[in-house]
């Protein structure tokens, strides 16, 4: 979601509609979550990436988006009570605060230069923030901050009371009884060791977890105490330890690879069969952030839990592949293969391994899928993904994968430092090394437009063609570095590099560079992209932007995602439908039918609701939000939603249909319209209802 920072308080709709793209993993949205905070058992908050800020009212039954007034990364968030919270944004370093629980947020103060990675409040007035060279407190609530010079490289915080509180720095726990008043420096018996969480029981029993280094090797230690910090023990596990908490003196749960639980107070630790970076207990209820943008749930410590936010899969798809408008696949970490039958409203996993590994590329060969990857390895299967057959080539490193024609098809990587292309003249039932390249390190795409014409990028500044069924390859470009990838459309190719395109429309004899986007101090690296004509294209960026041209690629528009998640693919069946892949499992269909009405789990409104459009004023594009009452399900002939001038002519038709009960949103876009007051209506049946919005230019 992208957002105008502004000064002002920033008021909140709590569902929001992007009326094209629309997140499919996971569901219901996904981007990046870095922390998670229950203040009782229904009421919740998550943030994360993209200035995502999540909330539930029914224990995580059903999330909504709440608009958060940033799109920068939102690390941590502190509720003091369900109305007032504060979160920092991680790269602007501003700190957020609220009073109506979440409705509104207002930008309270700016850390910079200094910064903090955690908030803790213990009052109103009193908190604190860790994370920077020395602690920070405040005294106004967040709006100006002071350095606590004898509490040195802070990076956790805990307070077990209002008054008894812990800080923890490097190789060291700071102790308070006085409300942080006062600090006593209580060293750790550990090498460079820094104290990711912290816990406390009681006053006396206290717990850490954390990263050392011994010697230059990195060790992950549970650290252990019962007389306030004055002597420990621990246990050392193999993974990085974020997060603890302990119920009782003897039942203790820590986050590592797995999360991990003791029963005789730390001694001894067993592994659960859940992931889980943060966690929140709540009585007997557990909530834990997984996989990076997944959030599970648990009422029986661990023994069980189901995902709140869904995901088939959270790691990273590296590149995905339709084959037409219902089937679409998708391949990444873990030799991973995911996908859908149904234009991706159901995803299955089809292929894992707990080998960490990744496959890079996966295409369609008529009804055959096939995918390759790191090590040299190749699957095909032959039945819709039910089974695979696994073979190697002798490759380090296999980038991509196409297939010309039943027969003759193409594998680009790497071997031992080398460029290769390896080619099957039999389907895929055998391939045969066809070229090394000694002045490139690796081939990482190819592309053919037709038999006669194919293209493939070098690392890192090669651009190769063939016009000879890819038996030859000679280079056309080499004054370029580190291209993205190819799209092709008869004799016209499209290469993205940094924030540009390089396109030819004469295969490849002359060539025009236009620029996609300029963000001023921001390069998010060479775009993925994709044509379905000579004139429709889409490229996609590595913050989770979408571009869109219909011109051939020289003017490229930004199209409203919900992601801010990094897309390492793109594809398109036609100039409407397609999908974007990336890290933490993100996959996003761009649909134009597609019409957001509200988890499945979520209660139908009861009464009509048609909500005052935001912003307001507007120039020129404004939303407008409606619900439609369960009750009325049975009654409703048609919906119609229509803008008037001052005059009360009819200046644009919104909505004209047939529509369920439920929660929508529009998009009204106004180019053409001069400055003035303006009126949409609302007409379901006998309901009628009209409010005022304000068009400046």
Same mark, same amino acid.
């Given at each position: 979601m992208r957002t105008l920072k502004i000064s002002l308080l920033i008021f909140i709709i709590p569902i929001t509609l992007f009326a094209q793209w629309h997140w499919q993993n996971p569901t219901p949205f996904g981007n990046g979550l870095s922390d998670i905070q229950f203040l009782t058992t229904s009421v919740g908050y998550a943030c994360g990436s993209g200035g995502n800020l999540i909330k539930t009212t029914n224990g995580g039954k059903t999330w909504f988006e709440i608009e958060s007034g940033t799109d920068d990364l939102i690390i941590d968030i502190f509720f003091l009570s369900e109305d007032i919270g504060w979160f920092l944004s991680y790269s602007d370093r501003e700190v957020y605060k609220t009073t109506d629980g979440g409705s509104s947020w207002e930008i309270i103060s700016n850390l910079s230069p200094r910064y903090a990675y955690s908030l803790w409040f213990i009052n109103e007035m009193k908190g604190f923030a860790v994370g920077y060279q020395y602690l920070l407190s405040t005294t106004d609530g967040g709006v100006t901050w002071n350095e606590v010079n004898n509490?040195?490289?802070?990076?956790?915080?805990?307070?077990?009371?209002?008054?008894? $509180?812990?800080?923890?720095?490097?190789?060291?726990?700071?102790?308070?009884?006085?409300?942080?008043?006062?600090?006593?420096?209580?060293?750790?018996?550990?090498f460079e060791f820094t104290p990711s969480a912290i816990f406390a029981h009681d006053q006396y029993n206290i717990y850490v977890v954390g990263t050392g280094d011994f010697q230059g090797e990195p060790y992950y230690a549970f650290l252990k105490s019962t007389n306030s910090g004055y002597t420990w023990s621990g246990a050392?596990?193999?993974?990085?330890?974020?997060?603890?908490?302990?119920?009782?003196?003897?039942? $203790?749960?820590?986050?590592?690879?797995?999360?991990?639980?003791?029963?005789?107070?730390?001694?001894?630790?067993?592994?659960?069969?859940?992931?889980?970076?943060?966690?929140?207990?709540?009585?007997?209820?557990?909530?834990?952030?997984?996989?990076?943008?997944?959030?599970?749930?648990?009422?029986?410590?661990?023994?069980?839990?189901?995902?709140q936010i869904k995901s088939v899969f959270s790691g990273f798809l590296w590149n995905g592949a339709a084959k037409d408008t219902n089937v679409v696949f998708a391949c990444g970490s873990n030799k991973t293969i995911v996908g859908s039958f149904d234009g991706g409203l159901t995803w299955d996993k089809y292929f894992e391994s707990t080998e960490q590994t990744y496959l890079n590329s996966i295409t369609f060969k008529g009804n055959e899928i096939w995918a390759v990857g790191a090590g040299g390895v190749i699957l095909n299967s032959i039945n819709n993904g039910i089974s695979w057959d696994e073979n190697y080539v002798n490759a380090t490193w296999l980038s991509d994968i196409k297939f010309i024609n039943d027969d003759l098809g193409f594998i680009v990587g790497s071997i031992s430092g080398l460029a290769c292309i390896y080619s099957t003249k039999n389907g895929g039932d055998s391939w045969e090394l066809q070229q090394t390249?000694?002045?490139?390190?690796?081939?990482e795409g190819i592309e053919f437009a037709s038999e006669n014409l194919g293209w493939m990028i070098a690392y890192s500044n090669g651009l190769l063609k063939s016009a000879d069924l890819g038996q030859t390859w000679n280079v056309v470009v080499d004054s370029i570095y580190f291209f993205g990838n190819i799209a092709t459309s008869g004799d016209s190719a499209w290469f993205s590099y940094g924030r540009n395109v390089l396109r030819t429309t004469n295969a490849g004899l002359s060539w025009e560079s236009f620029r996609v986007f300029n963000y001023e101090g921001i390069n998010f690296g060479a775009g993925r992209i994709d044509f379905v004509n000579s004139k429709v294209g889409y490229l996609s960026t590595g913050d989770g932007r979408v571009f869109k041209t219909q011109d051939g690629g020289e003017i490229w528009i930004e199209e409203e995602c919900p992601s801010a998640m990094p897309i390492q693919a793109i594809d398109f069946v036609d100039v409407k439908r397609g999908w974007t892949f990336g890290d933490c499992g993100t996959i996003l269909k761009r649909d134009p039918n597609y019409v957001y009405v509200g988890s499945e789990e979520q209660d139908s409104p009861k009464e009509f609701i048609l909500s005052q459009n935001y912003p307001n004023p507007f120039n020129p594009v404004t939303k407008i939000r409606y619900e439609i009452p369960g009750q009325a399900r049975n009654d409703i002939d048609l919906v119609t939603l229509?803008?008037?001038?001052?005059? $009360?002519?009819?200046?644009?038709?919104?909505?004209?249909?047939?529509?369920?009960?439920?929660?929508?949103?529009?998009?009204?876009?106004?180019?053409?319209?001069?400055?003035?007051?303006?009126?949409?209506?609302?007409?379901?049946?006998?309901?009628?209802?009209?409010?005022?919005?304000?068009l400046i230019k």
């Open positions: 509490v040195y490289s802070t990076s956790s915080i805990y307070f077990y009371t209002s008054n008894v $509180g812990f800080v923890g720095g490097l190789n060291s726990i700071y102790s308070t009884s006085n409300g942080g008043n006062t600090w006593i420096n209580l060293p750790l018996p550990t050392n596990f193999n993974y990085w330890l974020i997060d603890v908490y302990f119920t009782s003196l003897s039942d $203790g749960w820590v986050c590592s690879d797995k999360i991990y639980k003791t029963t005789d107070g730390g001694s001894n630790w067993t592994a659960t069969e859940f992931e889980g970076s943060h966690f929140q207990f709540i009585e007997n209820q557990t909530w834990a952030i997984s996989g990076r943008n997944t959030i599970i749930y648990s009422n029986d410590f661990w023994l069980t839990a189901d995902q390249f000694n002045e490139y390190s690796g081939i229509k803008v008037y001038d001052i005059l $009360g002519r009819e200046v644009a038709t919104l909505v004209n249909e047939e529509k369920p009960a439920g929660q929508y949103e529009v998009e009204f876009n106004s180019p053409n319209l001069p400055s003035g007051i303006y009126f949409y209506q609302l007409k379901v049946g006998l309901f009628v209802e009209t409010k005022k919005m304000v």
